[in-house]
């Protein structure tokens, strides 16, 4: 069982920037696709981004390409989301997942561990 705690979260103004970071427990950490989403309140748990295992792969969703960046360092069993000019719309409970999928992946189904969330807000 892999256990992922996620850390960053907070209130920021629109336009502002935050960082989030994910530390799953295991030692086997370049061998997990790793994913964040977010869950905004009354709408359903949504796809933001994905890094492949080795960080050489990432992929967006349209509604934040260009404003976030996954990266991830292997060194230290880190993965990341970097979140610039942020919106109103950002806000929410920002999740950080694992996959044991061979390639970069999106629907939420593929990914076998989750955190418990970071609470994201944005002010307008």
């Known amino acids: 069982q892999v256990q992922l705690v996620e850390s960053g979260g907070g209130l920021v103004q629109a336009g502002g920037s935050l960082r989030l970071s994910c530390a799953p427990s295991t030692s086997t950490f370049s061998s997990y696709v790793m994913g964040w989403f977010r869950q905004a309140p009354g709408k359903e748990r949504e796809f933001l981004a994905a890094?492949?295992?080795?960080?050489?792969?990432?992929y967006y969703a349209d509604s934040v390409k260009g404003r976030f960046t996954i990266f991830r360092d292997n060194a230290t069993n880190t993965v990341y989301l970097q979140m610039n000019s942020l919106k109103s719309e950002d806000t929410g409970v920002y999740y950080c997942?694992?996959?044991?999928?061979?390639?970069?992946?999106?629907?939420?189904?593929?990914?076998?561990?989750w955190g418990q969330g970071t609470q994201v807000t944005v002010s307008s």
């Open positions: 997942a694992a996959s044991r999928s061979m390639r970069v992946t999106t629907p939420s189904s593929a990914y076998d561990y």
């Open positions: 890094i492949s295992r080795l960080g050489g792969t990432t």
